[in-house]
Nanobody
Framework: QVQLVESGGGLVQSGGSLRLSCAAS??????????MGWFRQAPGQQRKYVAR????????DYEYTVRGRFTLTRGNAKNTVYLYMDNLTPEDTAIYYC??????????WGQGTQVTVSS
């Protein structure tokens, strides 16, 4: 069974940086993975897209409010990604959820990690 574990959240001051990690386990060798990435959900709001990276790292895509501040990379371990978040603002405060998108099946999600940015 596929499980995604996120880590790296916490409390940081405005202008600070954090690195989020996401590692997927239990991924079958024959599961075609198209991408991995992140969504976030702020209090009282719907879950919103943040960024994704192709399974081979050939492309990255970012939601426009984080473009230029966030960087998504793949780890050396298979099905591991890192989200580097710089110049954080209070508007970035949210629970961040990692996802793994199979090419031919439903997405898998992690439990989320809290990011809080103080002003």
């Amino acid at each position: 069974q596929v499980q995604l574990v996120e880590s790296g959240g916490g409390l940081v001051q405005s202008g600070g940086s954090l690195r989020l990690s996401c590692a997927a386990s239990g991924v079958s060798f024959d599961l075609d993975v198209c991408s991995m990435g992140w969504f976030r959900q702020a209090p009282g709001q719907q879950r919103k897209y943040v960024a994704r990276i192709g399974s081979d790292g050939s492309y990255t895509d970012y939601e426009y409010t984080v473009r230029g501040r966030f960087t998504l990379t793949r780890g050396n371990a298979k099905n591991t990604v890192y989200l580097y978040m710089d110049n954080l603002t209070p508007e970035d405060t949210a629970i961040y959820y990692c996802f793994l998108q199979p090419c031919y099946a439903a997405d898998y999600w992690g439990q989320g990690t809290q990011v809080t940015v103080s002003s």
